[in-house]
């Protein structure tokens, strides 16, 4: 799986858009990228998903660039409950495993 | 519950002995996943079963750890002779299939002392 490549913690205000960055310049091409958050104490949670095509869901919305070499995760209107850990992950179309990095830590600040 | 359930939620145990950790997997998820944590680490593959046979055990580190899931259903991850650098959060995992996105349970915290 390719590996990717995140800052360590971020910041952003309550009410605020959070915009988290992930970098995956090796990305194969049937390798998908995978988004999840862990909260203290709890287990990793799955946010969202794509290929190629930006996607949105309830949680956030995925912004993956033409070339594919990197992405950024949106949290259109951030709460304190949204300070966590996030994981960018790649992993290919049926792979076995979610190999996780060290995440980006973002606090929420009100 | 419709969730993943891991029991206990925290376990101590001394060095040297013998412990079982449980995952109930969500109903219908043929995919099931171990993972060890450490702190401040994110999570270390360990294993994958697919129905009842473990598909990938690449992640196990030696032979003191093995699992098993019998039914193709709940799964235990057992440890042999405990040392203190097993303490850690042990995470499992459920998917519909391996194409899926993952649900992941709450954690054991296992502390080796």
């Known amino acids: ?110 | 519950g419709a969730g993943v359930s891991q029991t206990p939620s925290n376990k101590v145990t001394e060095k040297g002995k013998y412990v079982e950790l449980r995952c109930d997997p969500i109903s219908g998820h043929t995919a099931l996943y171990w993972y060890r944590q450490s702190l401040g680490q994110g999570p270390e593959f360990l294993i994958y079963f697919q129905g009842t046979g473990a598909a990938d055990d690449s992640g196990l580190p030696n032979d003191r750890f093995f699992a098993v899931r019998p039914e193709g259903s709940v799964s235990t991850l057992k440890i042999q002779r405990t040392e203190r650098g097993d303490s850690a959060v042990y995470l499992c995992a459920s998917s519909l299939n391996r194409y899926s996105e993952a649900f992941f349970g709450q954690g054991t915290r296992l502390t080796v002392v």
Request: glycine share 6%; net charge neutral; hydrophobic share 30%.
């Open chain 1, 1 to 110: 799986d390719a590996k990717t490549t995140q800052p360590t913690s971020m910041d952003c205000a309550e009410g605020r858009a959070a915009n988290l960055p992930c970098n995956h310049s090796t990305i194969s091409g049937n390798e998908y990228v995978y988004w999840y958050r862990q909260i203290h104490s709890q287990g990793p949670q799955y946010i969202i998903h794509g290929l190629k095509n930006n996607e949105t869901n309830e949680m956030a919305s995925l912004i993956i660039t033409e070339d594919r070499k990197s992405s950024t995760l949106i949290l259109p209107h951030a709460t304190l409950r949204d300070t966590a850990v996030y994981y960018c992950i790649v992993r290919a179309q049926g792979a076995q495993k979610l190999v996780f990095g060290q995440g980006t830590r973002l606090t929420i600040n009100p």
